[in-house]
């Protein structure tokens, strides 16, 4: 079983910065795609960015030029460096990754979300 675990969120003022980490651990023999994704209230869930094994790297159009993700496959760990962040950016995020237990084996797998909040 591989667990995902977020920290970072909190509470920032608009045009303020965050940085999200999401740590990796478990059976992982392999990290493929990572990705984060935030879900605000009453919206759906939205795929925020998302980066292969390789380091490519795309984005959703409400943050490109705003958000970097980036990853550490020694320390299986994600990120998510936030800048200029707008109330608009105000949602539960969460980090989702394709792990493969073996050459065979592959899921995927969410973490339990940290909450962003960007006050006007």
């Known amino acids: 079983q591989v667990q995902l675990v977020e920290s970072g969120g909190g509470l920032v003022q608009a045009g303020g910065s965050l940085r999200l980490s999401c740590a990796a651990s478990?059976?992982?023999?392999?990290?493929?795609?990572m990705r984060w994704y935030r879900q605000a209230p009453g919206k759906q869930r939205e795929l925020v960015a998302g980066?292969?094994?390789?380091?490519?790297?795309n984005y959703a159009d409400s943050v490109k030029g705003r958000f970097t993700i980036s990853r550490d496959d020694a320390r299986s760990t994600l990120y998510l460096q936030m800048n200029s962040l707008k109330p608009e950016d105000t949602a539960v995020y969460l980090c989702?990754?394709?792990?493969?237990?073996?050459?065979?084996?592959?899921?995927?797998?969410w973490g339990q979300g940290t909450q962003v909040t960007v006050s006007s």
């Open positions: 989702n990754a394709d792990v493969a237990s073996g050459y065979f084996n592959s899921d995927n797998y």
């Open positions: 478990g059976k992982i023999f392999s990290i493929n795609v």
């Open positions: 980066i292969t094994s390789g380091g490519r790297t």
